[in-house]
């Protein structure tokens, strides 16, 4: 058995009508979205194989953690099959899932109390010994630890408005939504998280 079918439970069914004005995507993603909150099984099955590797791989990019972002993934979609008859199709499935994904991340930072902005600005200034690579394979590679590793000790907030902006490709105005916060503030945690990195960066 699937997580998704196991956590499937009949409820009452909804209407399927679509929002007006919406792209053949967003209106099956929609359709898909109240088929499953009416109880169709095979729907929220459908939402689960289309969307896990999406969702997962967000969790991942925020926690630095395989077994953390299996367990949040699993958390996320048990999230949402109890949220799903919420979404109304005013914005994209995807950003709306984005945004059950990241508040769902930042509840599990906050329960763990274990990124705390001021001991991850104690441990970045932290000297870090360098290291020459054998080959450009392994450069790249070491490269990639080391920005992964940068990104991990970003505050939760700065962490997101990073990750969403300039590693999924959202806009400013999508960043925000998701976020549930101002537009400003979505630039303002992006030019300090790029700010944070540079300076833990170039610390190794």
């Given at each position: 058995m699937t997580t998704a079918e196991a956590i499937l439970t009949p409820t009452a069914p909804v209407s399927c009508e679509v929002p007006r004005e919406v792209t053949p995507e967003r209106a099956s993603d929609f359709a898909l979205a109240q088929r499953a909150a009416g109880g169709d099984g095979q729907a929220f099955e459908e939402l689960f194989r289309q969307y896990r590797r999406l969702v997962y791989g967000?969790?991942?990019?925020?926690?630095?953690?395989?077994?953390?972002a299996e367990d949040v993934t699993q958390e996320v979609f048990v999230l949402l099959f109890r949220k799903i008859g919420g979404f109304r199709g005013e914005a994209s499935f995807t950003t709306w899932l984005h945004r059950l994904?990241?508040?769902?991340?930042?509840?599990?930072?906050?329960?763990?109390k274990s990124r705390r902005e001021d001991a991850l600005e104690d441990d970045a200034l932290r000297p870090h010994e360098s290291v020459r690579p054998a080959s450009p394979k392994a450069a790249q590679l070491i490269d990639r630890i080391t920005l992964e590793s940068a990104i991990a000790k970003l505050p939760p907030g700065y962490r997101a408005a990073f990750i969403l902006h300039d590693v999924e490709g959202y806009?400013?105005?999508?960043?925000?939504?998701?976020?549930?916060?101002?537009v400003g503030t979505s630039k303002s945690q992006l030019h300090k998280a790029r700010t944070k990195l540079r300076k833990l960066l170039a610390a190794r």
């Open positions: 967000l969790c991942l990019r925020m926690t630095q953690d395989v077994a953390e994904t990241v508040n769902q991340v930042l509840m599990r930072f906050r329960k763990k806009e400013h105005e999508e960043v925000a939504r998701i976020l549930g916060c101002a």
